[in-house]
């Protein structure tokens, strides 16, 4: 048998996705009980909740990393929608990022042990995510800088002139995820799909309904990525 991949993402990406193989299943951990959809060779985790909403702060991110690793679950990717910090870099792109930074403490299992970790986002897992994005239509990013601020609101035009400078892309989880999961010595890569310019950096101002808007026109290539990425990953552990 091979590797089971772990997925984690948002509805976006699961809707219109066919995981007509996958059961649900629950895995109880120190930091509480975890829902996922377990198919053939993955495993998905709906990022804000299984039948309930967590906002980006409450998500209960230690939970989400101990149920993969419970579950023998080695390697993970994440799935994101993300704010663009360029207007050079539209809505509609995948960004696969190769570093990210986080504006706020990240989170940790380290209590009083010594607990270093060198941040990696892992190339094989990267290359993966590449290979499923290119073989949807539309332009793909290799390589940015991440940045996660805080949430649940989006950053400030202030914010997002301080922080545009040092990044390509902003969301409010995926370092969070990046951290915790090296921290369980685990391998993790993310991948954005661009869903608005950041707060100020459009002609037109930045509102909840234009960008809820656009994140409906992305599901289908959301799902289109979702597809490739478990069809590829299956096919690496059959040859």
């Given at each position: 048998?091979?590797?089971?991949?772990?997925?984690?993402?948002?509805?976006?990406?699961?809707?219109?996705?066919?995981?007509?193989?996958?059961v649900?299943?629950?895995?109880?951990?120190?930091?509480?009980?975890?829902?996922?959809?377990?198919?053939?060779?993955y495993?998905?985790?709906?990022?804000?909740g299984?039948?309930?909403?967590?906002?980006?702060?409450?998500?209960p991110?230690?939970?989400?990393?101990?149920?993969?690793?419970?579950?023998?679950?080695?390697d993970?990717?994440?799935l994101?929608?993300?704010?663009s910090?360029s207007?050079d870099l539209?809505?509609?792109?995948v960004?696969?990022?190769?570093?990210?930074l986080?504006?706020?403490p990240?989170?940790?299992f380290?209590?009083?042990?010594?607990?270093?970790?060198?941040?990696t986002?892992?190339?094989?897992?990267?290359a993966?995510?590449?290979?499923?994005a290119?073989?949807?239509?539309?332009?793909?990013?290799?390589?940015g800088?991440y940045?996660?601020?805080?949430?649940?609101?989006?950053?400030?035009?202030?914010?997002?002139?301080?922080?545009?400078?040092?990044?390509?892309?902003?969301?409010?989880?995926a370092?969070?995820?990046a951290t915790?999961f090296?921290e369980?010595?685990?391998?993790?890569?993310?991948?954005?799909?661009?869903?608005?310019?950041?707060?100020?950096?459009?002609?037109e101002p930045?509102?909840c309904?234009?960008?809820?808007?656009?994140?409906?026109?992305n599901?289908?290539?959301g799902?289109?990525?979702?597809a490739?990425?478990?069809r590829?990953?299956?096919?690496?552990?059959q040859?």
């Amino acid at each position: 048998m091979g590797k089971t991949l772990g997925i984690i993402g948002g509805s976006g990406f699961l809707e219109g996705a066919d995981l007509s193989d996958a059961v649900e299943t629950e895995v109880a951990t120190l930091h509480g009980t975890v829902t996922l959809l377990a198919g053939d060779g993955y495993a998905y985790l709906l990022r804000h909740g299984h039948g309930v909403y967590h906002p980006p702060h409450r998500i209960p991110h230690h939970a989400h990393v101990l149920a993969f690793e419970k579950l023998g679950i080695t390697d993970v990717v994440g799935l994101n929608s993300v704010g663009s910090l360029s207007v050079d870099l539209k809505p509609g792109v995948v960004v696969v990022s190769d570093d990210y930074l986080s504006a706020y403490p990240p989170p940790t299992f380290a209590e009083d042990e010594r607990l270093h970790i060198v941040p990696t986002l892992s190339a094989e897992l990267r290359a993966l995510l590449l290979a499923a994005a290119r073989g949807t239509e539309g332009e793909v990013r290799d390589g940015g800088v991440y940045v996660e601020t805080r949430g649940p609101r989006f950053e400030t035009p202030a914010e997002v002139r301080w922080l545009a400078p040092h990044g390509d892309v902003i969301g409010m989880t995926a370092a969070s995820e990046a951290t915790l999961f090296v921290e369980r010595n685990m391998n993790y890569a993310m991948l954005g799909v661009v869903d608005n310019l950041a707060n100020g950096l459009d002609a037109e101002p930045l509102t909840c309904e234009a960008y809820e808007r656009q994140l409906e026109k992305n599901h289908e290539r959301g799902h289109a990525i979702l597809a490739g990425i478990i069809r590829l990953h299956r096919e690496e552990e059959q040859s």
